[in-house]
């Protein structure tokens, strides 16, 4: 696969949650994304918070930016669970999400979504080495994927900077799809 394709990515581990299997998480997305004209693609935690990920889109100066999903198996199921409802693109003014996406978590942790389109399978496989994160809104070349993308760290921002010297670590990919604006917002 040629990497260049996808200078500039945001690369999630995907897996069954809250009682839904990935594959109708995926069915679910792409009705979505149909109906709305997006998918929303909600998660928690601090890799990718609507900050990092605008930071991404502005380096990326107008060209896509991708997001990538690895599969994992492990499903997570919080103790808790509620729908979203509700969305915000600077985490002050909030407004009603259509009754069309369905984002579900805990709400007791802070909650965003980032939101794509034209959601694919695919079979890619993807040399984490090639891509590091961003410091501030510039590459980091101190912090590559193959270090970076691991234990906790579930999902990331990325630039395409190859490394030859790097040792290779390539994980397979199992969808891809366009990052659209709002690209990432917080939900409650």
Known sequence: MQLEKY??????????????????????????????????????????????VKNLVSYANEKKVYVLFVETKSDFKPSTFDKFNKFSKDGGVWNDLSDEVLLVGNKEKSHFAITGNKLKKVDITLDLSRYCTLKG?????NQRFDKYFRYRVDKACGVYVPDDKAEQKEVQIKYVSELVEPYSIHIR
């Open 137 to 141: 809104i510039f590459p980091n070349d």
């Open 7 to 52: 200078p500039y990515i945001i690369l999630m581990k995907v897996g069954p949650y809250c009682g839904y299997s990935l594959d109708e998480i995926i069915d679910i997305k792409q009705k979505e994304q149909k109906k709305v004209g997006r998918y929303f693609w909600g998660y928690s935690g601090v890799f990718c918070r609507p900050n990092i």
